[in-house]
C-alpha cells in the first residue's frame, strides 16, 4: 500500500551546512528544497523572542551569557555564525551551496516568521518553545501574541497552518492549545510514558514527536499512533538507515540536519509526491 514520503523539515534550518539557528542557515534550507523548517526560541531580557537552543549563547556564538539576560541589541553585534563555517563535507557535491550567510546578530522568531512568510513556496515552521526557563509561561504567551501580530494564531484548520507549536514540556504544550486552539501542537519526549506506547496522547497534543532512538527500538509506534488519528514528527535523523527506517514506518514529519542529502535519500524511492517538490 502506498503511503506518502516523509515532509523533510530542517532542524535548526540547513544546520550541517551553516551555524544553526542563523538567518544564512535557514535561506540555505530553503533552497535546498526543505518542505519545513525547525527553531527553538527563548525569551530575551527586553522581551524578544530568539531563535537559540541552549540556555546560554556560550556554544553558538561569540560571546558569553544567559538569553534571559541579554537584550536584543546587546546581541548585535555578537557572531552566532563564525564558530560553524564551511564544514568539511558538508556541501553537495553536485550545487554550490557556498554562499555566505548573515552572521552577526541573534535571529528573532519575527525575522524567521518574515522569512517564511516572503517565500514563493509554502513552508510551514515547526516552533519549539523551551523548558524549564527563567520566565515560565511567558515564552508560550508570547508566541501566540507573535502569532497573532503575523495573522498566524487562527488558521482555518490545523493542515493549512502554516506554524505549528511543540515542546518537550507537557505544560507548555497544554498552556499553548488553551490559547491557540487552532494552532496544531506536538509534543516532543525521549522515553515512552505510560499509554504513549500505545500511540495515545493527550487532548491537546495532535502529533507523536519521538526522538529517532525510540522509533529504531519501536517502529510500529507510527502505525499505532496513526490508528489513533496521530501522525508523527520524528527527530533528528540523519542517517540513511534512518531516513529509511521512518520511510518504511511512515512517519509525517522528519527533521533533519542536511535537507538537501534527506530529500535526495528519499527521492532515490522514486516517490511521485517528494518529487514534485524541486529545490528553488
Request: hydrophobic content about 40%; proline content about 8%.
Amino acid at each position: 500500500m502506498w503511503q506518502p514520503t516523509p515532509d523533510v523539515v530542517a532542524h535548526r534550518g540547513a544546520s550541517a551546512h551553516r551555524a544553526e539557528h542563523t538567518r544564512g542557515a535557514y535561506e540555505l534550507a530553503l533552497e535546498q528544497g526543505a518542505h519545513a523548517l525547525e527553531c527553538d526560541i527563548r525569551v530575551s531580557r527586553d522581551g524578544h523572542l530568539v531563535c537559540v537552543h541552549d540556555r546560554r549563547i556560550d556554544r553558538t556564538s561569540s560571546a558569553r551569557g544567559v538569553v534571559s539576560e541579554l537584550t536584543v541589541a546587546g546581541m548585535s553585534d555578537v557572531d552566532f555564525g563564525g564558530w560553524q563555517r564551511e564544514l568539511p563535507g558538508s556541501a553537495d557535491e553536485l550545487v554550490d551551496w557556498s554562499r555566505p550567510a548573515p552572521e552577526r546578530g541573534v535571529l528573532t522568531l519575527d525575522e524567521l516568521l518574515g522569512l517564511v512568510r516572503d517565500h514563493p513556496r509554502p513552508v510551514r515552521l515547526f516552533v519549539e518553545t523551551k523548558h524549564p526557563v527563567r520566565y515560565g509561561g511567558l515564552v508560550e504567551h508570547k508566541l501566540v501574541a507573535l502569532l497573532a501580530r503575523h495573522g498566524l494564531a487562527t488558521p482555518p484548520d490545523p493542515e493549512h497552518s502554516p506554524v505549528l507549536m511543540m515542546s518537550f514540556s507537557q505544560s507548555a504544550v497544554r498552556r499553548f492549545r488553551a490559547a491557540a486552539p487552532r494552532v496544531p501542537t506536538v509534543l516532543l519526549f525521549d522515553r515512552f510514558r505510560s499509554s504513549w506506547r500505545n500511540g495515545v496522547l493527550p487532548p491537546w497534543a495532535d502529533i507523536a514527536g519521538p526522538g529517532i532512538r525510540l522509533l529504531r527500538e519501536d517502529p510500529g509506534f507510527v502505525a499505532r499512533a496513526a490508528a489513533l488519528g496521530r501522525d508523527t514528527y520524528c527527530w533528528t535523523v540523519d542517517e540513511p538507515a534512518d531516513i529509511d527506517l521512518c520511510d518504511r514506518a511512515g512517519v509525517r514529519y522528519l527533521a533533519t540536519n542536511s535537507p538537501a542529502a534527506t530529500r535526495s535519500h528519499l527521492a532515490d524511492s522514486d516517490n511521485p509526491r517528494f518529487g514534485s517538490v524541486t529545490a528553488t
